[in-house]
């Protein structure tokens, strides 16, 4: 994300601001994925970024939709997804708990 504000961002400064964070975010995931065998990943993109940038295993959670088969609709109904996460606008709403 701060490598791309940066990449994007026309202001010198801002542009400074954002470098900064970038390499302190850089120096941070270094520092975090050092002591693991591998990684769960949001997406295709995230896991390719963590093999080549980090050397560790990841495993994407969810695959780009560029990875996603066609499949044809099934006629009968199989089953029902349910969400798992907090109910929409509580207070960890969006936020990882683990």
């Known amino acids: 994300m701060y490598d ?3 990449s994007i961002e026309p ?4 542009r400074l601001i954002w470098s900064r964070e ?3 975010m850089h120096m941070y995931e270094m520092q975090a994925l ?3 065998d591998a990684v769960i990943s949001l ?3 995230d896991q390719a970024l963590i093999r080549t940038r980090y050397g560790v295993r990841a495993e994407a959670w969810y ?3 560029g990875d996603v ?3 044809a609709n099934r006629p009968e ?3 029902v997804v349910g969400w798992l996460g907090p109910p929409p606008g509580s207070p960890t709403d969006g936020a990882w708990i683990g």
Do not use: N
């Not at 202001?11 to 801002?14: E, H, Q, R, V, Y």
């Open 4 to 6: 791309r504000a940066t």
């Open 11 to 14: 202001s010198p400064l801002k």
């Open 22 to 24: 970038a390499k302190k």
């Open 34 to 36: 050092s002591g693991v």
């Open 43 to 45: 997406g295709s993109r």
């Open 63 to 65: 695959p780009s939709l």
């Open 69 to 71: 088969p066609i499949v």
């Open 77 to 79: 109904q199989r089953g």
